[in-house]
């Protein structure tokens, strides 16, 4: 049970439509960054963006303004990488963007007869041979390994077809179901708080999507934005799961103000 009278010491953000939208910072975005640092917050980056390095990802955010390091960034390639490095015996085909392959180093890498086939988004890289290449291997005996599993993302002002959208022909195909590593997996968000050494009453996880970051969120209180993949219906069941709406994260300020004062000490 989320007991929602603790204090918040720890926030989990998502980016993609929580933070930037279209390219540019939500309104306000970069501001409470700034105050979640001033005021002793402890924060960790969240994003099932797979196609760059946590160092990309925190480079283009700083561009953008925002006052976050690489290290405050987690992607599903990194969580991915953790779950295989607790596995040193298993082998892996890799179905991944050239740009994180180097992440893997140190993992072992088999494309005859792999355990796993990992697959993340590679945009237009994902062609019939590539497809029917990993179908294979999971016919061989293989399980699948989805680095996320969502349908489309938003590129500048078009939606684009994501990962989970060949991940689910992948299982269709094979009769397997994917092993997930991004959000909303329970592994993906309790490695973020062993990362800070959190505890999941006093965490709150903020984000915009109620499939992924709402539903992700398990113990922890929840704070849906009304920004980036929202949907006025998102507010009501069968959704609805959040503890707090607010219209964006420009807002998030106001709510941490309000919480500190009503929390015991």
Same mark, same amino acid.
């Given at each position: 049970?989320?007991?929602?009278? %603790?204090?918040?010491?720890?926030? #989990?953000?998502?980016?993609?439509?929580? %933070?930037?939208?279209?390219?540019?910072?939500?309104?306000? !975005?970069?501001?409470?960054?700034?105050?979640?640092?001033?005021?002793?917050?402890?924060?960790?980056?969240?994003?099932?963006?797979?196609?760059?390095?946590?160092? !990309?990802?925190?480079?283009?955010?700083?561009?953008?303004?925002?006052?976050?390091?690489?290290?405050?960034?987690?992607?599903?390639?990194?969580?991915?990488?953790?779950?295989?490095?607790?596995?040193?015996?298993?082998?892996?085909?890799?179905?991944?963007?050239?740009?994180?392959?180097? $992440?893997?180093?140190?993992?072992?890498?088999?494309?005859?007869?792999?355990?796993?086939?990992?697959?993340?988004?590679?945009?237009?890289?994902?062609?019939?041979?590539? $497809?029917?290449? !990993?179908? #294979?291997?999971?016919?061989?005996?293989?399980?699948?390994?989805?680095?996320?599993?969502?349908?489309?993302?938003?590129?500048?002002?078009?939606?684009?077809?994501?990962?989970?959208?060949?991940?689910?022909? #992948?299982?269709?195909?094979?009769?397997?179901?994917?092993?997930?590593?991004?959000?909303?997996?329970?592994?993906?968000?309790?490695?973020?708080?062993?990362?800070?050494?959190?505890?999941?009453?006093?965490?709150?996880?903020?984000?915009?999507?109620?499939?992924?970051?709402?539903?992700?969120?398990?113990?922890?209180?929840?704070?849906?934005?009304?920004?980036?993949?929202?949907?006025?219906?998102?507010?009501?069941?069968?959704?609805?799961?959040?503890?707090?709406?607010?219209?964006?994260?420009?807002?998030?300020?106001?709510?941490?103000?309000?919480?500190?004062?009503?929390?015991?000490?």
């Amino acid at each position: 049970m989320v007991k929602h009278d %603790l204090p918040i010491r720890n926030i #989990l953000f998502d980016i993609e439509g929580t %933070l930037v939208f279209k390219k540019r910072p939500v309104p306000g !975005a970069v501001e409470t960054v700034r105050y979640i640092h001033s005021a002793g917050y402890k924060a960790k980056f969240l994003t099932n963006i797979t196609r760059h390095s946590p160092g !990309a990802i925190a480079k283009d955010l700083q561009d953008l303004g925002f006052d976050i390091r690489e290290e405050q960034i987690q992607t599903a390639t990194s969580a991915c990488i953790a779950f295989l490095r607790r596995q040193p015996q298993k082998s892996c085909h890799l179905v991944v963007p050239d740009a994180v392959v180097k $992440m893997f180093k140190g993992i072992l890498l088999n494309d005859e007869d792999p355990d796993y086939v990992v697959v993340s988004d590679i945009g237009k890289g994902f062609t019939y041979e590539v $497809m029917d290449k !990993a179908f #294979l291997l999971l016919d061989k005996g293989a399980e699948l390994i989805a680095l996320q599993k969502n349908m489309f993302w938003f590129d500048g002002e078009r939606k684009r077809l994501d990962c989970g959208a060949f991940v689910a022909g #992948l299982e269709a195909a094979s009769g397997k179901h994917a092993i997930v590593m991004g959000k909303p997996a329970a592994e993906f968000f309790s490695l973020a708080l062993e990362a800070l050494s959190a505890s999941p009453e006093e965490t709150i996880v903020v984000g915009d999507d109620v499939l992924t970051d709402i539903m992700g969120a398990g113990r922890m209180r929840s704070v849906l934005v009304g920004t980036g993949k929202f949907q006025p219906g998102h507010i009501k069941p069968p959704y609805g799961k959040h503890t707090w709406f607010i219209d964006s994260v420009g807002d998030l300020v106001s709510l941490l103000k309000d919480n500190a004062k009503r929390s015991p000490s």
